[in-house]
Structures are given as C-alpha cells and as structure tokens.
C-alpha cells in the first residue's frame, strides 16, 4: 500500500469511527427507534449520502455498535487465566481484579453499556442471534472457569452451569442499577466489586459458617 492509500485509509477509518460514535450519542439521547441517519450525520460534519458509503443503514450501524461492545466484553473475561489460582485468597484477588476490569469497560464506555441493556433485544431479531451467541460464549466460559476451580478443591461441587448463569445475573443486575438506573451511583466502584466477590465466594463453599467467620476477621 503506498503512502497516499495508507492516507486515504486512515482518513475512511477515523470518519467511520466518528460517525460510530456519533451514533453512539443519539442512540443514547433518542433510543434506537427515534434516531435518525441525519442526526448522526449533521454531528459529524458530512452529507447523509457519504453515511450510506459506510453503512448500509441506522440498523446495520447499529449491530456493529452492539457487536462492539460485546467483543470488548467476552475479551475481558477470556483475557482471565485461572492457571496460577491455587487458593481461596488469590481466586478472590483474581476475582476482584477480573471484575474490577470490567467495571472500568462499563464506565468507560457508560453510553454503549446502557443503550445495550435498555434497548438491544427489542430493536430487531436477528440482534437477539448475536446477543444470545456473546451470552453462550460467556456462561461457557464461566462454567469451564468453575469446573478447574473445583477440581483444584476451591469451590464446592454445583451445578456449575447454574453458577456461571447466577453470576452472569447479578452482575448483569448491578450493572443496569449503577449504569441504567442510577441507583448505585453513589457506590464506588470497588465496593460494589467487592459485594459480588463475597457473595461468589460465599456461594461455593460448603462450609458457609466458617467463610462467615473468616470474612469477619479480614
């Protein structure tokens, strides 16, 4: 690729990612079904036909947003090695690490996060097809995660699909609270992360009592 292509690639490449986040924005403000090509268009800068050389339309713009975001999520998780997890205590460490990463992807990118939770399974089916594949990709590696973690004896023998499924849920509910909702605003981010830890912990451990008690001295 010569000099000027590589110029005229990378001026496509950065009008494509401003009219993606433009979109963003008016996804956000508008909702799905309100937003319209030429209010993206018109904060970029350009002609609605110069929309249509990048996008086959609002639809298509939309999935690859959705897209997007679920990449940055299923590589976050995937991105955890449980290989030098040999102890309740670093499986915690772990834990808080992993979760305390993908609280910065929620927050770093708070607009996309809650256009998906309020709105991305009633837009159109065939986003239903890509957003239940990221949630199977997911609980499967959770429930992989969980299997060499009971067989290293450090969580209890469950349904470790039920687990992977309950702790997609809660961190699911968290994040639409703190980020859709706004009720856990005034929660800090470690605090919160900290919460679903416990509540992990204490779920997969036969001896309830004696995880109460050591909590208690920490």
Do not use: C
Request: glycine share 6%; proline share 1%.
């Amino acid at each position: 690729m010569t000099t000027k292509e590589q110029r005229r690639k990378s001026k496509r490449d950065k009008r494509r990612d401003a009219m993606k986040q433009a979109a963003i924005e008016v996804f956000f403000e508008h909702g799905y079904h309100a937003a319209k090509v030429s209010q993206i268009v018109e904060r970029v800068g350009v002609a609605q036909g110069t929309f249509y050389l990048y996008f086959e339309g609002k639809q298509q713009l939309f999935g690859e947003l959705l897209s997007d975001f679920l990449e940055l999520v299923v590589t976050t998780v995937a991105n955890w090695d449980p290989g030098e997890i040999d102890s309740r205590r670093v499986l915690q460490r772990e834990l808080t690490r992993v979760g305390m990463s993908l609280t910065e992807v929620f927050l770093d990118n708070r607009k996309i996060t809650a256009i998906f939770f309020r709105e991305s399974l009633a837009v159109a089916p065939e986003f239903n097809t890509l957003i239940r594949h990221a949630y199977e990709t997911l609980l499967a590696m959770l429930t992989d995660f969980n299997r060499i973690l009971h067989r290293r004896g450090l969580i209890a023998e469950m349904d470790f699909r039920i687990l992977a499924t309950m702790t997609v849920g809660m961190v699911e509910r968290v994040i639409v609270e703190r980020i859709v909702h706004d009720t856990l605003e005034e929660k800090e981010p470690r605090a919160i992360v900290d919460h679903l830890v416990m509540h992990y912990l204490a779920g997969t451990t036969d001896d309830i009592e004696g995880f109460v008690a050591e909590e208690e001295l920490k």
